[in-house]
């Protein structure tokens, strides 16, 4: 940002630019007196006084300053600074001191940037040494040994006189054989703000704290009823667990006044985890997670810090804006997920922590944006967009640092975080040393920030989306100190976007070629969205047969939103693999409804029913589905008296279903025959089953075989009924006319179809035969709703009813 010193100077207050001009007048009174009356060496070390040599061996000594107490002194304290110094030389450093050294007022940010790039000592530019007491001496550095130190020196004796930051330094000097002479062999330079009184005008200050992670949980779910989600590992659970990242985000921010910034996905996840959930491994092992108890802690200690605390939730999984811009606008449906992430993205964190979050901003990548992403970023209802200020730059020369908000046109807000303080946590913290420096360094600029001018602003500071632990210790610390200082006070978010903007701050939107290539090399790739869309695809396709849906569409809907996350970036490897394990597993579901395989079908005759067979694995049952089956040689077999026919299909889940189609052939031979599922929108589903059917029609030559074989019969059973008539006749004469043949058979009961029960009709264990409505069907029925069967194929041979 354009700030006073950096171009024209700052212009403060008259009664301030008066305090400072009498404090330097008054300042300068016993510095020319000494000059006057003293040699060199009182005010200055010996070192200052070769400089050449100094400059030369100035980095032989390691200094850390790992602690600066307190961080910001007021009028009556005691300043407290310890660390350790260490020879990296390869000879002992002798009558070795350590000195403090308070340097000029740095009246400009930039003065503040130019601190940190300095490496070596640099004669002139350091300030006055403390001197007196507050020195420690070593008798001797032996190489590669640390040595502590502490210095404490009340305030007063560092002639501190304007408000304002000063460059503060320790610097060890000695003496090694080779250059048997005093010199600076080490130095280390912080910063001291300086405001023991309120500021006339605070700084009003937001701070973003995000809660964003990795992406934990996969599409799978468990065939239970409650769906027992599956993880891709256990390192969320590390993460939440005591001394863990995010246990370590949550415990140092929940006494702070921030903004809380969370990605839903993580709440679902750790949700997820305080019921039964289990753990993917190496191959196909899956173990019981066993952390519910670490889960139900962290939300609960969640739940109780955002209360009555402003809630910002990113859309589900942190989608990449930047990525999605650049990359996946031109595949079809790419942006509808952005919407649907952003819808589930009030309601889980609602759902999950019981207060009513902000969902009206977008987040792009470290603040980096252009026209495309801004249009992706309000794609979904968004409407305001948070910058940063090393991407929407400055350049109407104004002498101070804007406030955060910008109208950018189109109803759309940027709020532009400052960057200096939004990176100032960034790097390696885990040394002392690290983090007390960048604490140092960011109180200075946000103090150098409040001094440019008397005009109320308001400030955004978005860290990085996911900071180590020790980033978080720093950024806490520093934060705690901020807000009890006196030239900052706290603001919420909402806040900082409706403020006035600047007049002359810039709402140029930077083009598409300025976005930083190191950003642009870590994002998604146009692949990676077709992958996705694929994906979405097939999930379309199979919901529509599904008769729960949701068991499919949420898990997979959200493994979806998964595949675009932001923490992908710079992961390309493994977010492929993810996103072929999801494909992978909705293929296999898809798959568990399927037509069972057939081997070739005979058709005896012109006419018969083929059976086809659907199963369906599932645990749900599966409809709206249409089962067409396709002669491919219509004129010789047609399927219900045309090419083709169709049915409606609909099988519970874990049973089969057996459909049957009548057909007609009108000649002889093999005909292939194609089995195909449909949605109702005219979409295939799984794969085709392709038959032949071997048609065996009756000849006319064999019909007149069988005809004459039938003729001969009749003949001859009429033959035998005129011989047994005229026997019969024959009979009756002999009898004589009272029809008695002299034997008694009246009491014996005619045989006939009046009285049944002859020895004809029982069976050998002497039952009644079965009526014909007993008989069973015809065994080649299959019976229309079965349990699950073999999805092998059918025998070779297969007859088919006529």
């Keep these: 940002m354009a700030e006073a010193a ?16 009498t404090g330097a007048l008054l300042a300068g009174v016993p510095l020319l007196t000494g000059f006057l009356q003293l040699p060199a060496a009182a005010t200055t070390p010996a070192s200052v006084q070769t400089s050449a040599k100094a400059a030369s061996g100035s980095r032989t000594v390691a200094v850390s300053l790992d602690t600066l107490t307190p961080s910001v002194p007021t009028d009556g304290d005691t300043l407290t600074v310890s660390g350790t110094v260490t020879d990296n030389g390869k000879q002992a450093v002798t009558d070795a001191h350590l000195d403090l050294l308070v340097g000029p007022v740095l009246d400009t940010r930039s003065a503040i940037d130019s601190v940190s790039t300095r490496t070596g000592y640099v004669p002139g530019a350091e300030g006055s040494v403390v001197g007196g007491k507050y020195v420690q001496e070593f008798a001797k550095l032996t190489p590669g040994v640390a040595e502590d130190f502490s210095i404490s020196v009340p305030v007063d004796k560092l002639d501190l006189g304007e408000d304002g930051v000063y460059q503060f330094g320790v610097a060890l000097s000695g003496k090694t054989s080779a250059q048997p002479w ?7 330079r912080t910063y001291l703000p300086w405001q023991p009184s309120d500021a006339d005008t605070k700084t009003r200050t937001t701070m973003l704290w995000p809660l964003v992670s990795d992406v934990h949980l996969t599409a799978e779910t468990g065939s239970n009823e409650q769906q027992t989600p599956v993880f891709l ?24 006044d921030v903004t809380w910034v969370i990605d839903p996905d993580l709440l679902a996840s750790v949700d997820a985890m305080t019921h039964s959930y289990k753990i993917r491994g190496a191959g196909d092992t899956v173990t019981a997670g066993t952390h519910q108890a670490v889960a139900k802690t962290w939300l609960a200690e969640l739940q109780s810090a955002v209360e009555d605390k402003e809630v910002v939730a990113l859309p589900f999984a942190d989608p990449d804006l930047a990525s ?15 919407k649907d992430a952003t819808d589930v993205a009030a309601s889980t964190v609602e759902t999950i922590l019981h207060v009513k979050p902000s969902t009206d901003f977008a987040w792009p990548v470290d603040g980096a944006v252009d026209p495309s992403i801004i249009k992706v970023a309000t794609s979904a209802g968004a409407d305001k967009v948070i910058a940063r200020s090393d991407s929407l730059q400055e350049a109407g020369g104004l002498s101070y640092t804007p406030s955060a908000a910008r109208p950018i046109g189109g109803g759309t807000t940027a709020v532009v975080a400052d960057a200096r303080l939004s990176t100032a946590f960034e790097g390696d913290l885990t040394k002392a040393g690290a983090a007390t420096l960048a604490e140092q360094r960011f109180l200075a600029q946000s103090l150098s920030l409040d001094l440019q001018t008397d005009r109320q602003r308001t400030i955004v500071i978005a860290p990085q989306r996911m900071p180590t632990g020790a ?46 290539s190191s950003l642009r090399k870590q994002e998604l790739s146009r692949t990676a969205f077709q992958d996705i869309a694929s994906t979405q695809d097939k999930l379309d396709n199979f919901r529509v047969i599904l008769t729960d849906e949701s068991r ?71 409809g709206r589905l249409m089962l067409r089956l396709t002669s491919t040689s219509p004129t010789r077999l047609k399927i219900g008296g045309k090419a083709y026919a169709e049915q409606p299909v609909a099988v519970s889940g874990g049973h089969s279903q057996s459909v049957k189609f009548s057909t007609s052939a009108n000649a002889n031979g093999r005909v292939s025959v194609v089995a195909q599922l449909y949605t109702q929108d005219g979409q295939e589903y799984g794969q085709p089953v ?44 002999e009898d004589g006319p009272d029809g008695s043949d002299g034997s008694d058979r009246s009491q014996e009961e005619p045989e006939g179809p009046e009285n049944p029960g002859g020895p004809e009709d029982r069976l050998k264990d002497g039952t009644s035969a079965p009526s014909r409505a007993d008989e069973p069907e015809h065994p080649s029925d ?17 007859r088919v009813d006529r």
Excluded: C
């Design 782 to 798: 299959p019976t229309p709703d079965t349990a699950p069967e073999s999805a092998d194929p059918s025998g070779t041979g297969e």
């Design 6 to 21: 950096d171009f024209q100077g700052t212009r403060p207050s008259p009664a301030r630019r008066w305090l400072r001009r």
């Design 233 to 256: 590992n256990d390192d969320l659970a590390k993460e939440i667990a005591p001394g863990g990242r995010l246990d370590e985000m949550l415990s140092l921010a929940k006494d702070l």
């Design 471 to 516: 980033q978080a210790h720093a950024m806490a610390e520093a934060l705690t100190t901020l807000q009890d200082g006196t030239w900052s006070q706290s603001q919420d978010l909402a806040a900082a976007a409706r403020a006035k903007p600047d007049p002359g701050a810039t709402t140029r939107v930077p083009s598409t070629s300025s976005y930083p």
């Design 324 to 338: 999605l811009a650049h990359n996946g606008t031109s595949v079809t449906g790419s942006l509808s997920h952005i």
């Design 182 to 188: 005093d010199q600076v062999l080490g130095i280390q």
């Design 552 to 622: 499919v569409v949420t898990p997979f809907g959200r493994a979806v939103n998964r595949e675009m996350a932001t923490s992908w970036r710079g992961r390309a490897g493994e977010a492929e693999s993810f996103r072929r394990s999801v494909l992978a597993y909705l293929d296999d579901l898809t798959g568990q409804v399927r037509l069972i395989d057939k081997s070739e079908t005979k058709l005896s005759g012109r006419s018969a029913t083929i059976p086809v067979t659907v199963q369906n694995n599932l645990v749900q049952g599966v």
């Design 690 to 733: 392709r038959f032949d059917v071997k048609v065996t029609e009756v000849t006319p030559t064999v019909m007149l075989v069988i005809g004459g074989g039938v003729l001969l019969l009749v003949l001859a059973g009429f033959r035998m009924y005129t011989h047994r008539k005229r026997a019969a006749a024959r009979q009756a004469e």
